[in-house]
């Protein structure tokens, strides 16, 4: 059993190391709660500002409400430059260089392109 255990977690795909930048306000664990910025688990697909366990800005609900979706695209308009597509959005702009594509990769389920 506990080899079955360790051969799971061996072959679900880590975070790039760019999700480095993520983890001290976002989670992909789907239990965990209580964040400063919106869980990410099954963010691909996801209308914006919907999780109904975070209380998102204004500016995010109007922007879900408005039809914006995560998608690949979206999400990399998004990280690059977060208050030039959503004005009002608490989210902080990545710094300089950071490796967005390999977030988005992950996040939407490509790791083989993560590789990067």
């Not at 209308?47 to 998102?56: E, I, K, N, V």
């Not at 995010?60 to 208050?83: C, D, I, S």
Request: hydrophobic share 45%.
């Amino acid at each position: 059993m506990m080899i079955a255990a360790m051969l799971l977690a061996a072959a679900a795909p880590a975070p790039p190391l760019a999700f480095n930048y993520c983890v001290s306000c976002h989670s992909v664990d789907p239990a965990e709660t209580g964040l400063p910025a919106p869980n990410l688990a099954g963010v691909a697909g996801r209308t914006a500002g919907s999780r109904p366990d975070f209380a998102y800005s204004p500016a995010m609900r109007a922007a879900g409400k408005g039809g914006l979706v995560w998608t690949r695209e979206t999400l990399n308009r998004f990280l690059a430059n977060p208050r030039a597509m959503v004005p009002g959005t608490a989210m902080q702009r990545l710094p300089p260089g950071a490796p967005i594509a390999a977030v988005v990769d992950w996040l939407t389920g490509d790791q083989a392109s993560s590789k990067r």
